[in-house]
């Protein structure tokens, strides 16, 4: 699949995660069929439409929000997802247990 066309199927794989929970960059990745979650990333940073497309709702395999959140940082970032919902623990990240989007979701 070409850089461009994968970086639609992610961004609409991205449209799916419901108001109130997260996917993770290698979840985003795992759907859309490629290994690298870097791409997730980098196809994220090409978002003009952050209303269509809630790149906020995609966090690091732990958690954690990536410095990268490139409408403001990861400060705006938590306080959207706060305002979705989301709970953030002491240590600053989402408890995936309670959060993470089930995948099938995302197809």
């Known amino acids: 699949m070409q850089e461009s066309n994968l970086f639609k199927v992610i961004l609409e794989t991205v449209s799916k995660i419901p108001k109130g929970k997260v996917a993770t960059y290698g979840q985003i990745a795992g759907v859309v069929g490629t290994k690298d979650a870097r ?31 490139v409408f403001g940082g990861p400060d705006e970032q938590k306080l959207i997802l706060l305002s979705e ?22 197809q």
Do not use: M, Q
């Open 39 to 69: 791409k997730v990333g980098w196809a994220l940073h090409t978002n003009e439409d952050p209303i269509k497309y809630p790149c906020h709702r995609v966090v690091k395999k732990n958690g954690s929000l990536a410095p990268g959140y």
């Open 85 to 106: 919902g989301v709970v953030f623990k002491p240590d600053n990240t989402i408890d995936l247990t309670n959060y993470l989007c089930d995948s099938s979701d995302l």
